[in-house]
C-alpha cells in the first residue's frame, strides 16, 4: 500500500502505523491527504488481518488542521465545487470513524483545528505531556463543521462549548479533561503508552472488536447519513461568507483580521 501523504508499516503482528507525512505543512489536511486517508480506512482499515492502527504525525506536531492553500481555493469556487470538498473531508472523516479497525491516536506537537476532530474519532488517544490542542477555527472565520459531530461525541455538549468557539489553545492536561485524549505521558514515553494500548487487541477476537466497535457507536451520539450533510451544507455556507475570505486571507498574508484585538 503506497501514498504520496502517508506512510504505512504495518508490522508481523498485524499493527498498522500511519503516519501523516506532509511535516512541511504541518501535516495540513489537503484534498489528497484526506482522498488517501480515506482509502486507507476503506482497505487496510477494513481488512480483519488489521489488528489495530496508530495514527500519528511526521515532523514537529500530530496534525494542525485543514490546508490552508486548499480551504482558500474553496473562496473563489463555485458552491457546486465547494460542496464537493466540503464532502470530501466528511467522507474521510466518517470512514475512519466507522472503520471496524481500532485507530489509536499518537499526538505530539500540536492538534489544532481538524487535528483535534482526527483525535476525536480515534478510539483512544494519547498525547506528549507538552503537545498543544485547540479548535482555531472561528480565528479565520470559519466553524469546526464537519469535525462537529465526532467532537461532540467525544466531549459532550457542554464540555465542547468551553472550547468550540473561542479558538483558545489549551494544553494536554485540560484536552484529557475534556475527554479528547485518554491520557498524557512525558514524551520519552509516548511509544511504550501507545503500545500498551496496541497490546491488548493482539488477544482478542478482530472480527468481535470490530462488532462491538459499530455496537458502542449505534449506542452513542446519532452521526447518520442526514448529520454529515448537514455539516457539508454549514460548512459550505460559511466558505461563502465574507468573514471566511477576510480571515483566511488575513492569515495567509500575516496581518492581522480586523476582528483581533490588541491586549
Known sequence: MSYETLDVNMDARGVA????????????????MMDELTDMAQTL??????????????????????????????????????????????DMLTALNEMPTPLIGRIHGAALGGGVGMACICDVAIAETSAKFGLT?????????TIGPYVIARMGE?????????SRVFDAPEARDLGIIAKHVPAGDLDAAI?????????????????????ARSLGPV????????TVDRLTHIWEGEEAAHGLDAFLTKTPPRWAKDD
Request: charged residues 25%; contains cysteine.
Open 17 to 32: 502505523t500511519v503516519t501523516l507525512n506532509r511535516p512541511d505543512k504541518r501535516n495540513a489536511l489537503s484534498a489528497q
Open 45 to 90: 482499515g477494513a481488512d480483519i488481518a488489521t489488528r489495530a492502527i496508530v495514527l500519528r504525525g511526521a515532523g514537529s506536531v500530530f496534525c494542525a488542521g485543514g490546508d490552508l492553500a486548499w480551504m482558500r481555493d474553496q473562496i473563489t469556487a463555485n458552491r457546486a465545487t465547494r460542496k464537493v470538498e466540503a464532502a470530501r473531508l466528511a
Open 137 to 145: 477555527e472561528t480565528r479565520l472565520g470559519l466553524i469546526p463543521a
Open 158 to 166: 457542554g464540555r465542547a462549548r468551553r472550547v468550540f468557539m473561542s
Open 195 to 215: 503500545e500498551a494500548e496496541v497490546a491488548p487487541y493482539l488477544s482478542v477476537a478482530p472480527g468481535a472488536v470490530g462488532a462491538a466497535k459499530a455496537l
Open 223 to 230: 452521526i447518520d447519513r442526514a448529520t454529515i450533510d448537514e
